[in-house]
């Protein structure tokens, strides 16, 4: 929680305000920049109601409309042809058919059909519709453990879907349908027709505890939109890889619909359950006379997702038809069985520091004029900036820099990040020298190196950019344990260092703006010209 401030004597309050000023030298907006404007941002659009504003959901709709009528509210004009803030980006989303699969059990007892998402589901996306029939095998505890001993599996598995529990994982909740491959591979050459996993006891609680069935587990086609890397050279020698066998029939169960389809109650279930807890063994059990026959199908429909796009027109009538891009992203990723990711740091931090610099540049601006860019879809493969730059309202020779804050509110309070600044421009990393030292902030380039393990140079908004040609920054905190979890919440948001950040990152958008030529591109040999032309550079090493 920010702590407020006591009201300061009057005497400070001078010394304070010429300390903030001589802190931006050049521009009078810098101590328009303060935490108490970002904080309202952060609270309201980093709650847990919004649901993880998912690109695209009814919540990240929400959410971008808040931002456009705050960006209005403050001063800034929409840009998009049709008098909007909202670039929307058409996808077609693809999701399991509720009313085509199912799972039909028919055994002694009768037949039974369960129903996707309340009772199964299934990760296996290809092909667009697939069905399979066979008996039914229980494998012991062996199959299910970290480390099977897969010769324990000795039933005879030709023609039967093998049923196994599955083990929770550390972090308590399983990866929804994973596999190891070599278990798949054993089952195959044993002749199994598919794999039924029965959900862990802790998914069952969590799903059962919040009244839920299984994810919808969309996948997403962003249509119009090109972010496809150019391939690395290969090593020599090195041939494509063989094609991949077909997809092997896999699908997770609710505790009930196990129970029903194993002829058991829910205690002797539980009872297993128990059993591989304690590390012991129960024993395989067939079930002649019982057969499964397994449908999976998808339902496609298309939805669109919006970019916020805003700007604030330069104060020079010549450099006017100039720009600089400031951006950052407003979605983040969807729940998962009951949990919420409110992505407070990620990325509101970055949204709400966009608008307190619009606000402080209604007291002074830059001569080019400022373009404000809230992507969507970042978490989806940074598909929102790649639409922007493809899809510009501007032409993209015209954007002098880019300016991406993503995850600025956590970590040490006197140091920053920054990716990419140094990569097309020397202008663009020293105009952050220069501006870092009335803001107090060191700069960090730990992670700047395309080659660095955590390869953050790819790995937000700034890359689509610079694969345009146009020099780009990410003005990064780096991550916490809270990164993508449940955590990621607005109380542990540091707001003088988002403050101070900002504050720079404003700075930079001033002299950046306020150059008498756009960025010059001096740093990499094949980067001449900014444009779509430039991606084809690659900007990866050969993995090792
Ligand atoms: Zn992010």
Not at 108 to 121: I, S, V, Y
Not at 406 to 411: A, G, T, W, Y
Not at 489 to 504: C, F, H, I
Request: proline letters at 8%; glycine letters at 8%.
């Amino acid at each position: 929680m920010i702590k407020r401030h006591p009201a300061w004597p009057s005497v400070l309050c001078v010394l304070v305000l010429g300390l903030a000023v001589e802190a931006g030298a050049q521009s009078k907006g810098v101590s328009v920049i303060r935490a108490a404007d970002m904080k309202p941002h952060m609270a309201f659009l980093g709650a847990k109601e919004f649901r993880g504003r998912s690109a695209p959901s009814a919540e990240l709709d929400i959410a971008a409309k808040y931002i456009a009528l705050e960006a209005a509210t403050i001063g800034l004009q929409p840009l998009m042809p049709d008098g909007s803030f909202f670039q929307q980006l058409p996808v077609e989303v693809t999701t399991l058919s509720a009313t085509r699969s199912h799972i039909r059990v028919s055994g002694p007892a009768g037949e039974l059909t369960l129903h996707f998402p309340q009772a199964f589901t299934s990760s296996v996306r290809t092909p667009a519709e697939w069905s399979a029939t066979g008996g039914l095998i229980f494998a012991g505890t062996a199959l299910s453990g970290a480390q099977p001993a897969w010769n324990d599996a000795e039933g005879d598995l030709r023609g039967k879907f093998v049923v196994v529990l599955e083990r929770p994982t550390a972090a308590g909740a399983a990866q929804a349908g994973s596999a190891p491959a070599a278990r798949t591979r054993l089952l195959r050459e044993k002749g199994a027709v598919g794999l039924v996993t029965v959900i862990s006891a802790e998914r069952e609680k969590a799903l059962a505890g919040n009244g839920l069935g299984f994810d919808l587990a969309e996948r997403l086609r962003f249509l119009d939109v090109d972010t496809v890397n150019p391939a690395p050279p290969s090593p020599p020698g090195e041939s494509a890889s063989a094609a991949a066998p077909a997809p092997f029939p896999m699908v997770e169960v609710r505790h009930a619909a196990a129970a029903a389809m194993l002829g058991m109650s829910l205690e002797e279930l539980t009872r297993w359950f128990d059993a591989g807890r304690r590390g012991q063994v129960v024993a395989p059990h067939v079930y002649p006379g019982t057969s499964l026959n397994v449908a999976v199908a998808f339902d496609q429909h298309r939805r669109t997702t919006p970019n916020v796009v805003a700007w604030l027109p330069g104060s020079d009538p010549r450099l006017r038809e100039e720009y600089v891009v400031i951006g950052s992203h407003h979605d983040h990723n969807p729940p998962r069985e009951g949990r919420v990711f409110p992505g407070a740091d990620d990325n509101i931090s970055g949204c709400a520091g966009m608008l307190a610099i619009a606000k402080a540049m209604m007291v002074e601006r830059p001569k080019r004029s400022v373009i404000f860019v809230w992507h969507t879809a970042e978490e989806r493969g940074l598909v929102g900036a790649y639409y922007f730059v493809q899809h510009s309202p501007v032409p993209v020779e015209k954007i002098s820099a880019n300016l991406n804050l993503d995850m600025i509110s956590r970590n040490d309070p006197n140091a920053i990040y920054l990716i990419g600044s140094n990569k097309l421009s020397s202008e663009l990393d020293a105009s952050f020298h220069e501006m870092s030292r009335g803001v107090k902030l060191t700069l960090d380039y730990k992670y700047e190196d395309p080659g660095e393990p955590n390869r953050f140079f790819f790995r937000s908004d700034q890359y689509p950019y610079i694969r345009y040609g146009i020099p780009g920054v990410w003005v990064f905190c780096g991550t916490t344990p809270d990164y993508h979890t449940e955590g990621d919440v607005e109380e542990k948001a540091d707001y003088g260092k988002m403050e101070k950040v900002v504050r720079l990152t404003y700075l930079v958008a001033m002299d950046v703006g306020n150059k008498s030529a756009p960025l010059k591109l001096d740093l990499h040999p094949e980067v001449k010209t900014r444009g779509a032309h430039n991606m084809k550079v690659v900007w990866q090493r050969p993995r090792q």
